[in-house]
Every structure is written in structure tokens, then in C-alpha cells.
Nanobody, 115 residues
């Protein structure tokens, strides 16, 4: 089972940027599909972006053109670069690793977009 630790969240003004990091341990993530999810208060957790072990990326429509997911397998780390942030991006962001039916989650990092 892979363990995941997110970092990089915080408070940012609308239009600002943040980069989230997810460091994995316990397993090499190069074979995993990695994803970033988010959950806002009172809402269901949603998939924001994912990247396959081959590097194919997928984004929810609301973040296309603003967010970029990437992975550095040598560092066992996945990133989410978030630009042009909006108040509606406010949520707890979770890192996810998937291999077949095996799922692992991080503890989450809070992102707050507010003036």
C-alpha cells in the first residue's frame, strides 16, 4: 500500500497560483494512475485531474487551461499547478493513487481562494 502526503495548500487571492505536491512512499508510483480530487464544504468529492502511468492527463472541465498535473517518478511525486485561481476552487485537495482496485488517499491540503 502506498502512503501519500500532500502539501502546498494555503490562502491565495483570486487570480493567484499555487502548486500542490504529493509525495508517495511505500511503493514506486510509476505504475500507478495518480489523481487530484477536491471536496468543498457540503459537496461531493470530485476528480480534478489525473495522470496515467503513461503520462496521459485528464481534467474536469472547470479547470481546463488553468490547472496542470504532472509527475516526477524519480522523486515519487505528483504535482498540481493551479493558476488563475477562483473562489470556487476553494476546497480540500486530496491526492489519490490507483492500481487496479487498489486505492490510496492522502490526508488532504486546504486551498482557500479569497480576497
Amino acid at each position: 500500500q502506498v502512503q501519500l502526503v500532500e502539501s502546498g495548500g494555503g490562502l491565495v487571492q483570486p487570480g493567484g497560483s499555487l502548486r500542490l505536491s504529493c509525495v508517495a512512499s511505500g511503493s514506486i508510483i510509476s505504475i500507478y494512475t495518480m489523481g487530484w480530487f477536491r471536496q468543498a464544504p457540503g459537496k461531493q468529492r470530485e476528480l480534478v485531474a489525473s495522470i496515467s502511468n503513461g503520462g496521459t492527463t485528464n481534467y474536469v472541465d472547470s479547470v481546463k487551461g488553468r490547472f496542470t498535473i504532472s509527475r516526477d517518478n524519480a522523486k515519487n511525486t505528483v504535482y498540481l499547478q493551479m493558476n488563475s485561481l477562483k473562489p470556487e476552487d476553494t476546497a480540500v485537495y486530496y491526492c489519490n493513487a490507483r492500481l487496479g482496485t487498489q486505492l490510496s488517499w492522502g490526508q488532504g491540503t486546504q486551498v482557500t481562494v479569497s480576497s
